[in-house]
Structure formats: C-alpha cells, structure tokens
C-alpha cells in the first residue's frame, strides 16, 4: 500500500510524540519552580516585621525589593524592635543564598537576634551569641549583619557589625559613610567577639543601613552606590523617612542588581534642648 502524499513517515511521528512529551515536562518543571519561588516570597515577606515601632523623637521606615534574576530569592531581612530597657533595636541583615533554604535560615536569623537582643541589650553579645547559637544548628550557612541599638534618652548608639555593608549617616553638620572595623559573617567562627562602635547623637539626622543590594551590582562596585545612597541621604536627611527610603532603594534600580536589596531607616528629630556636634 503506497503512503500518501504529504503523511509524515512513523519516525518522524515518533518524533513528534517524544518533543511534545519533553515540552509538557519541561513546562510542568517550570510551573514546580515558580511555585517554589512564589512560596519562599511569600514566606519572606511573612517573616519581615509588620509594623515598625516609633519613639519620641525617632521614626523608622523600611523598603524592600526581591531578587530580580528569574527563579531565585534571596535571603535580605530587616526588622526594628523596642528592647527591654525601652533602647530601639535595628537589625539587617543578608543571608548566603538563594533558595528556599536561604530563606529559612533568615528566618532563625532573625528570630535568634529578637529572642537575644531579650536577654541583654549590648549589640557585642548579640551578636556574638547569635553567631554561637547559629553554628551549633550545623545549618552550614552564613549571614552578614548589622545591630545598631540606639538609647533615645541618653542619646547613646552602639552599633557592630558582622561582615555586612557599613552604615551611611547624615545631619545639618555633615555625612558620612561609618568605616568602623567590623566581624567575619555569623555562622563562620565560633566564639567570636564583634567590636562594637560607640557614638551619641547630638543633633537631629538620619541613620541609614541597607544590604548589599542596593549598592552593588555585575558592573557597580559597592564604593559608587555607597557614594551615590550618602549623597542621597546628605541631601534627604530631614525629609520623612519614608520618602528617604524609597529613594534609597532606587540606587538598586541603577546598579543593575539581581540580588534582593533591603533598606532600613532611623530618623532622629534631636535632643529637645539646645544641640551641637554630630553623630
């Protein structure tokens, strides 16, 4: 029996079936994949603060932005807590990682930094038990961190840093970006001691501490988005904090990132009777 004109030979049909089959599977690898990355947002976002808290004389104020790179997330988180000696806590922080195990982690660490930050008010233990008690999980991660507590009646500001990008600050008499000597990554080292860097705010200005995110991106070395967010904030450090914000996570816009980026900050109205010097 002669073929007709125009049918496809049984291999060429065979073909056919085994590419449609590979497309169906592919397709249905893709849908598994981006509902394990709509699950790990949805997760991080449940896992940042809901609100902020404010103080006489300090308001806070928070952005954030996932990864842009397809099918990853990240591990950014920021949070702000009132301490039990009425000292305000702010935490952020960048976990190694993008997946869901990246997101979990940030999770524990946040958690452990709130439920220390409990026990004793000194950023250097925080820290230090943080890094202690993440190490004895045997999770095999690490997180960059910066703990800043801030006395709204003294005045005082501790800050330490754990491996993570410094903090930019600005007031009426200057700006800066702080270059205080800092630790190794929590979850590295056991038993580390992280150096803690002592200042009082003298007058009214503006903290800002942000993830590597924001700064730095495939062509964007961190010193030019460092540079750009303190000019940004030199500029901006009496605006609402809010607007502050949303102005500094748009240098992430310009960097290029694929990493999620997260920005954090405090602004201080200043002491209630006559001021001088700076932060």
């Not at 009426?172 to 630790?183: C, E, F, K, Q, S």
């Not at 540079?227 to 904090?241: I, K, M, N, Q, Y």
Request: glycine share 12%; net charge negative; with cysteine.
């Amino acid at each position: 029996m002669r073929e007709r004109r125009g049918d496809p030979p049984d291999d060429a049909q065979d073909l056919l079936v085994t590419l449609g089959r590979l497309v169906d599977q592919a397709l249905e690898r893709i849908r598994l994949q981006q509902a394990r990355v709509e699950l790990a947002m949805a997760m991080q976002r449940h896992m940042l603060p809901p609100d902020l808290p404010r103080l006489p004389g300090l308001r806070v104020a928070a952005r954030y932005t996932p990864a842009r790179d397809g099918l990853d997330v990240g591990g950014d988180w920021y949070d702000a807590f009132v301490m039990p000696d009425r000292s305000l806590g702010l935490a952020i922080g960048d976990v190694q990682g993008h997946d869901m195990e990246a997101v979990a982690f940030m999770g524990q660490v946040r958690t452990s930094l709130r439920a220390l930050a409990g026990a004793t008010s000194d950023p250097r233990e925080v820290l230090g038990r943080a890094n202690d008690l993440l190490i004895s999980m045997g999770c095999g991660l690490f997180a960059t961190c910066c703990f800043l507590r801030f006395d709204p009646v003294t005045r005082d500001l501790h800050v330490s840093r754990a491996g993570h990008v410094p903090m930019v600050w600005a007031t009426a008499g200057g700006y800066g970006v702080t270059l205080d000597r800092g630790g190794p990554p929590l979850g590295i080292l056991a038993g580390e001691r992280y150096p803690v860097t002592h200042r009082r705010l003298a007058e009214a200005g503006v903290l800002v501490l942000l993830t590597d995110g924001v700064v730095e991106g495939p062509s964007y070395p961190m010193e030019a988005g460092l540079a750009e967010v303190a000019e940004l904030v030199r500029t901006g450090f009496d605006a609402d904090p809010d607007a502050l914000a949303s102005a500094v996570i748009e240098v992430a816009d310009r960097t290029g990132h694929r990493d999620d980026a997260a920005v954090l900050v405090a602004r201080y109205d200043g002491p209630a009777g006559p001021s001088g010097g700076r932060i």
